[in-house]
């Protein structure tokens, strides 16, 4: 039984950390804005690139480009 209970409080404690590394729809907005130079954000989406899930945020750039960047939701890297 205490094997149980210690297995369980490891898997709760685990998932906790997963779920507070996962970067959110708004942190995935600031750092593409970040890394376009400035500009506003168009859109925000979650997709699947292969099989990890990332945003897909679309930034108008200062200059009036439209880009569309790739934010890893785990590490929060930029594609």
Known sequence: MKIIKFLLCSLLVLLSAVAMAAVSRDDAASIALNKAGGGR???VDKV???NKPVWRVKVVTGKG???ALFVDEATGSVR
């Open 41 to 43: 954000v168009l859109s």
């Open 65 to 67: 480009d439209v880009r």
């Open 48 to 50: 699947l690139e292969g």
